[in-house]
Antibody, heavy 115, light 107 residues
Framework: EVQLVESGGGLVQPGGSLRLSCAASGFTFSSYWMTWVRQAPGKGLEWVANINLDGSEKNYVDSVKGRFTISRDNAKNSLYLQMNSLRDEDTAVYYC????????WGRGTMVTVSS | DIQMTQSPSAMSASVGDRVTITCRASQGISNYLAWFQQKPGKVPKRLIYAASSLQSGVPSRFSGSGSGTEFTLTISSLQPEDFATYYCLQHNSYPFTFGPGTKVDIK
């Protein structure tokens, strides 16, 4: 069974940093692009970033470019999102999803940016 | 960036109704479109990919059509478990963008 389990969310002050992780199991992780999507409270879905099979290609939404970094460790079947210079508007549930077209999603981890 | 719009933004429908949701892209995206369903407090679930291909395990009452800039998601006979918010997604060019969502609730 395909499983994606996010972790690392929490409360952080504006300007702070967090590193999200997504542990994958039940499939050959190194054979799939991976994606981060977020959803602010009561709002719609926003695509954040994706990464190719070996991590050599990364794409980001403009609002996080230069602040967020997506990465992966295929040996550990894990996806990461390093988030720096966090802003109030980054408050959201962050989901990791398998594939560039997001066919399977994890349950998400909540990130709250507030002073 | 490609902007995605959906209509209606919300609708009330009854069990058994035929429901159609429209998604429009600000420029042509071929068939690089997917539809997702999200129930309150739950994780989004992909229903349709490549504009018209049904995700494995999704009931056949769901169907998708369209190409270019206009797309539709149709539920042929609405069931109680289908009350949810539906989002389209374009993955033709970066940044990928979701539509604002269509909330389908009970009349």
């Amino acid at each position: 069974e395909v499983q994606l389990v996010e972790s690392g969310g929490g409360l952080v002050q504006p300007g702070g940093s967090l590193r999200l992780s997504c542990a994958a199991s039940g499939f050959t992780f190194s054979s799939y692009w991976m994606t981060w999507v977020r959803q602010a409270p009561g709002k719609g879905l926003e695509w954040v970033a994706n990464i190719n099979l070996d991590g050599s290609e990364k794409n980001y939404v403009d609002s996080v470019k230069g602040r967020f970094t997506i990465s992966r460790d295929n040996a550990k079947n894990s996806l990461y999102l390093q988030m720096n210079s966090l802003r109030d508007e980054d408050t959201a549930v962050y989901y990791c999803a398998r594939g560039g077209r997001m066919e399977t999603w994890g349950r998400g981890t909540m990130v709250t940016v507030s002073s | 960036d490609i902007q995605m719009t959906q209509s209606p933004s919300a609708m009330s429908a009854s069990v058994g109704d035929r429901v159609t949701i429209t998604c429009r892209a600000s420029q042509g995206i071929s068939n690089y479109l997917a539809w997702f369903q999200q129930k309150p407090g739950k994780v989004p679930k992909r229903l349709i990919y490549a504009a018209s291909s049904l995700q494995s395990g999704v009931p056949s009452r769901f169907s998708g059509s369209g190409s270019g800039t206009e797309f539709t998601l149709t539920i042929s006979s609405l069931q109680p478990e289908d009350f949810a918010t539906y989002y389209c997604l374009q993955h033709n060019s970066y940044p990928f963008t979701f539509g604002p969502g269509t909330k389908v609730d009970i009349k």
